[in-house]
């Protein structure tokens, strides 16, 4: 996975596009967890957003400015989209335009264990 994204990132620049986002992998709400415990940041903020989420999509911005802004300081942010897996382009669309350059999560399973 981190070859194939550092070569998006290499094809990017050398035509001078946009590199594709990393595809959100699918993940219950146990591996998120796991993902988060596994997580090196000693503060990580994990958002669950979709894109038919309006308020969702005007607030990832302002999170990835945090993450970047605060990196240094060891904070970390996890995203896990709670749209259907039949919109896992729609998704990755939406991070690859928001610049989101880590891997991400898609929820699958009962929603009740996300909550």
């Known amino acids: ?4 994204l550092l ?5 990017a620049t050398l035509i001078g596009a ?4 990393p595809p959100p992998s699918p ?3 146990a591996q998120v967890l ?9 503060v990580v903020v994990v958002n669950v957003w979709a894109t038919w989420c309006v308020p969702c999509r005007e607030e990832l911005p302002e999170l990835l400015r945090l993450r970047r ?12 989209s709670s749209d259907f897996s039949g919109e896992l382009e729609q998704a990755t669309a ?8 880590f891997p991400t999560y898609i929820k699958t399973g009962d ?3 996300f909550i």
Do not use: I, N
């Open 1 to 4: 996975m981190l070859r194939s």
């Open 7 to 11: 070569l998006s990132l290499l094809a």
């Open 18 to 21: 946009t590199p594709s986002a």
């Open 27 to 29: 993940a219950t709400a």
């Open 34 to 42: 796991d993902a988060l415990k596994a997580a090196k940041q000693s």
């Open 69 to 80: 802004d605060y990196k240094d300081r060891g904070v970390g942010l996890l995203l896990v």
């Open 94 to 101: 939406f991070l690859t335009e928001q610049g989101v350059d």
């Open 111 to 113: 929603d009740m264990q």
